[in-house]
């Protein structure tokens, strides 16, 4: 089967080109996908989109006009697809709901332990052969409140990581996991949650729900002392709310993976350009802000599981319906 494979990044490449050469026949693509570049597909019978790649209601109209009946997400969050729109063009919608909690978890304790103890800024430093420690002072994990905001596949890798800190692990999401509760994990409504937490993690969906999950108020409720990371999707975080928070000084430190308007910015290399959103200028500019481009997922391990994964549900489409744990129907906004 011919797939147009939109927003192809060098780095998978290989991985996708081997894991779907046997049976199907990859068009590979920089450009995102949107409804002007839909025509791209042309000729072929499915499309493979990436995180930011815009899948709204003109796009599927474009990629039903030509026959395309079903999007392969090489992703697991599917915040970016107009499903109800997909459902109307009878295009199925696949994901990778796992191709490695461990990724994203981890990275997340990355940013945590950077800012924690600033090993960014002592990287620098030692190059300069500055070797004073003023301002580099951070705190112990251990004995600390973690509080892991969705306790699904990531978060749970999170809240684990962070009890082999040593961490007391607070969780909140409407689905308490009994293996998380079994190891001590607490779990408690949002707002008590923030309250209490001296590290707060987001690992929840992007949902209507979900959507500024993170906004004044919430922030108002979290210890000054506290950081945030944030490695779900941007907009569960207010961030213009999140900008006037810090100037008054809190939380902390702030370290993410993911911002609001990052479709326009994060995959690509802007450097010899003009940054034209204000708004991440202004974030840049906090000396304890910690952004990463969106790279959680990037481990050799989570392109391989990406690709495998694709390639299974390219395959189930073929014969008829993708696995069933990796359709996306709107029932999964629920
Ligand atoms: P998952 O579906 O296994 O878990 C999500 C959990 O969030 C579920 O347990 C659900 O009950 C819970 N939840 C839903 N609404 C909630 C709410 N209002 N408050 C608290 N919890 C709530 O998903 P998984 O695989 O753990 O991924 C989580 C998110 O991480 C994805 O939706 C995606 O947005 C993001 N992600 C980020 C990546 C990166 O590279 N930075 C890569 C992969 C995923």
Redesign the pocket.
Known sequence: MKVAVFSTKPFERDPLASALAPRHEPRFLEPGLHAATAPLASGCSAVCAFVNDRLDAPCLDALAALNIRHVALR???F?NVDLPAAQRHGITVARV??YS?H??AE?AAALLLTLNRKTHRAFNRVREQNFALDGLVGFDLHAKSAGV????????RFARIMLGFGCRVLA????P?PELLRLGVEYLP?RDLLAASDIVSL?????P??RH?IDAKALAAMKPSAVLIN???GALVDTRALIAALKQGRPAAVGL??YEEEADLFFRDLSGEILQDDVFARLMTFPNVLITA?????TREALANIAATTADNLDGFERGSPPEPNLVTPSLFA
């Open positions: 992703s697991a969050g915040n709901p796992a909690p990724a994203v990275h905001v969705g306790t699904g596949k990531i978060g749970a909140s999401d409407p689905a996991d949002l690992h929840c969906p992007l949902t729900a979900t999950l490695t779900g999707r993976d993911v969106h790279q959680g997922f990037l």
